[in-house]
């Protein structure tokens, strides 16, 4: 099993970027769980509804509004593992996930590709999938191969289990899917399972993984809360990441919007550990600004880099793995 070296360990006094004082952290813990309590969020899917209900939130089915109360995030916090492993064909390149420990992966999903044998700007296909989980398998300081494309040479309704498979064609590491729907998550299992020798093998060995995004602000979508559920239901760790956008989905202040996102964030872990407590989870972030001018995310702006740093930090709080957007 891999395990990367420590971010800013106090042993060796390495870099590190706090954004948040003690306090600061705690003032926006409380902020998240007044915002989780009293706004809320809204849910899309019954089945999801129902988990909140047994689990102790106030839910109103006409307006599909979820109230969590603050005990009820804390508990999924606290049951939420401090560390995951991310399986692998090969046993060298599983991945050890914990907070203070850092990976790398391939950013995902590309929507276009520049074709490096005809040099046309085109949509991806499959022999791209493969050919990029070929490129990052080889690359030592990539970690881990998240889906660059979706293959539109394949129908649309298959294109997830298509780049799965070729990525776990051409990559020994954990390869990470863009599933979403029940359904998808239990045929990418099934295909796992064939890897590995087995369901128990799979859940022992998790070679493939998932992830889910919010809709700011503060919707859990029914793709979204059909991948948590599943994974938890079968052991298998998923990652909830928010995509909020200051001055466009969320507040202008860096400070709200991060709030809004933290409660986005705990809502997809609390609907896991409701689930089924002790799913591993990861704690995500591409949240960023928009760019006022073409109402576009700032995707490599010093925006970005302060709320992936202001995750991790956050992520740390909790003790809960955390997966960050780079510039």
């Not at 395990?3 to 813990?29: K, P, Y």
């Not at 591409?286 to 006022?292: E, F, G, H, N, V």
Request: hydrophobic share 40%; with cysteine.
């Amino acid at each position: 099993m891999k395990r990367n070296l420590h971010a800013g360990h106090a042993r060796s006094g390495g870099l590190s970027l706090n954004v948040f004082t003690e306090a600061e952290m705690d003032d926006i813990h409380f902020a998240t769980l007044e915002v989780l309590e009293r706004t809320g969020v809204w849910v899309e899917d019954d089945d999801a509804l129902d988990v909140f209900a047994d689990g102790g939130c106030r839910v109103d089915r006409e307006t599909r509004r979820v109230n969590i109360p603050p005990h009820v995030v804390e508990e999924a916090i606290r049951s939420t593992p401090a560390s995951l492993v991310r399986g692998a064909r090969d046993p060298k390149d599983r991945l050890l996930l914990e907070p203070g420990r850092v990976s790398f992966c391939n950013f995902d999903e590309g929507i276009m590709v520049n074709d490096l044998r005809t040099g046309e700007h085109r949509e991806p296909v499959l022999q791209d999938v493969a050919e990029i989980a070929r490129l990052v398998d080889a690359l030592d300081h990539i970690d881990m191969y998240e889906p660059a494309g979706s293959p539109t040479d394949r129908p649309q309704e298959t294109a997830v289990l298509h780049g799965t498979e070729a990525a776990l064609h051409n990559t020994t590491k954990p390869v990470g899917t863009e599933s979403t729907s029940a359904w998808e998550v239990r045929k990418v299992l099934e295909m796992g399972a064939a890897v590995v020798g087995g369901v128990d093998e799979l859940r022992e060995n998790p070679i493939v993984g998932f992830g889910v995004c919010p809709v700011s602000p503060l919707k859990l979508p029914r793709d979204a809360t059909e991948v948590v559920i599943e994974c938890a239901r079968n052991g298998i760790p998923c990652g909830c990441l928010s995509m909020a956008m200051s001055g466009g989905s969320s507040p202008v202040t860096l400070i709200g919007t991060f709030v809004q996102h933290n409660a986005e964030v705990l809502a997809g872990i609390t609907l896991a550990q409701l689930t089924t407590r002790g799913t591993p989870m990861d704690y995500g972030s591409s949240t960023t600004a928009m760019d006022l001018r073409l109402a576009a995310a700032s995707v490599g702006s010093p925006e970005l880099a302060l709320f992936s740093a202001a995750t991790a930090q956050m992520a740390k709080r909790y003790l809960i793995p955390s997966f960050v957007a780079g510039l």
